[in-house]
Antibody
Framework: QGQLVESGGGLVKPGGSLRLSCAASGFTFSDYYMAWIRQAPGKGLEWVSY????????YYVDSVKGRFTISRDNAKNSLYLQMNSLRAEDTAIYYC???????????WGQGTLVTVSS | EIVLTQSPATLSLSPGDRATLSCRASQSVSSFLAWYQQKPGQAPRLLIYDASNRATGIPARFSGSGSGTDFTLTISSLEPEDFAVYYCQQRSNWPPYTFGQGTKLEIK
């Protein structure tokens, strides 16, 4: 059974930066697309970004384009999200999830909270 | 971007009742729709994919149906652990793989 563990969340001021990490285990990480999905406090889910197994395909939702960068290190079974120019509206729990084409997100981490506030 | 609209926003039922949750897409997503369950303080869990296929380990009381723009998640007989928030997600051709706004299933 796959496991995902996020880290790197915290409190940051508007305009600041943060780098989230996600450690994967229990499946062949290098075979799968991986995604970041976020949830603002008390709100619904927002699909943010994903990356293909070999980095050739990357997608971002419009609200984070130019500010967030997704990356992965298959040798370390790790997924990353570099977040720059953070805004209050980026405050959310950020989940790392395995992404399967046409199926959905079948493995999720426990989430890491990012709070953007002065 | 494909918009998903879930109804009702809140559904109040009792254990043993049948629950019917709806998800409507702004354009056809063929059968590429997934359903998730989320309990307070937990990550979402994949229940249904491809509109009608149960994910691994999901009980048979959960079923999905629909195609094109209209989809339904049915829970045949509610167990106490089924009271949660349910989201649909479209998985058609290209991202963003948008979610609906959620339906809260609460105990009556």
């Amino acid at each position: 059974q796959g496991q995902l563990v996020e880290s790197g969340g915290g409190l940051v001021k508007p305009g600041g930066s943060l780098r989230l990490s996600c450690a994967a285990s229990g499946f062949t990480f290098s075979d799968y697309y991986m995604a970041w999905i976020r949830q603002a406090p008390g709100k619904g889910l927002e699909w943010v970004s994903y990356i293909s197994p070999s980095d050739t395909t990357i997608y971002y939702v419009d609200s984070v384009k130019g500010r967030f960068t997704i990356s992965r290190d298959n040798a370390k079974n790790s997924l990353y999200l570099q977040m720059n120019s953070l805004r209050a509206e980026d405050t959310a729990i950020y989940y790392c999830a395995r992404d399967r084409f046409y199926v959905g997100n079948d493995y999720w981490g426990q989430g890491t909270l990012v709070t953007v506030s002065s | 971007e494909i918009v998903l609209t879930q109804s009702p926003a809140t559904l109040s039922l009792s254990p043993g009742d049948r629950a019917t949750l709806s998800c409507r897409a702004s354009q056809s997503v063929s059968s590429f729709l997934a359903w998730y369950q989320q309990k307070p303080g937990q990550a979402p869990r994949l229940l249904i994919y491809d509109a009608s296929n149960r994910a691994t380990g999901i009980p048979a009381r959960f079923s999905g149906s629909g195609s094109g723009t209209d989809f339904t998640l049915t829970i045949s007989s509610l167990e106490p652990e089924d009271f949660a928030v349910y989201y649909c997600q479209q998985r058609s051709n290209w991202p963003p793989y948008t979610f609906g706004q959620g339906t809260k299933l609460e105990i009556k």
